[in-house]
């Protein structure tokens, strides 16, 4: 069983930049693929990133890719995600997500535990 918890989320400006942090529950976090996903007003719940197990290897949305970076901290278990350059259309909640899967899953019945959410808001 892992509990994610998300922090960081905000409001902010076009071009600005936040970070988004997910810490997680049990001793047993390195064994996790770890995601973020985002949702944002009258959408589906799409992916934005993943990070392998020993953090050496990530995966991104088109969407995202070049202004946002995942990374992990396995003896804090701890996740995060560095947006920079956001954009009124990464204006969401984003959900830290965690699984056993191999690779990086991009469906969400893909992953087996999520956190509550943390609302992002990009002001133009």
């Known amino acids: 069983q892992v509990q994610l918890v998300e922090s960081g989320g905000g409001l902010v400006q076009v071009g600005g930049s936040l970070r988004l942090s997910c810490a997680a529950s049990?001793?047993?976090?390195?064994?996790?693929?770890m995601g973020w996903f985002r949702q944002a007003p009258g959408k589906e719940r799409e992916f934005v990133a993943a990070?392998?197990?020993?953090?050496?290897?990530?995966n991104y949305a088109n969407s995202v890719k070049g202004r946002f970076t995942i990374s992990r901290d396995n003896a804090k278990n701890t996740v995060y995600l560095q947006m920079n350059g956001l954009k009124p259309e990464d204006t969401a909640v984003y959900y830290c997500?965690?699984?056993?899967?191999?690779?990086?899953?991009?469906?969400?019945?893909?992953?087996?535990?999520w956190g509550q959410g943390t609302q992002v808001t990009v002001s133009s």
């Open positions: 049990g001793r047993t976090f390195s064994s996790y693929t």
């Open positions: 990070i392998h197990r020993s953090g050496a290897s990530t």
């Open positions: 997500t965690a699984t056993l899967r191999l690779g990086f899953p991009t469906r969400q019945y893909e992953y087996d535990y």
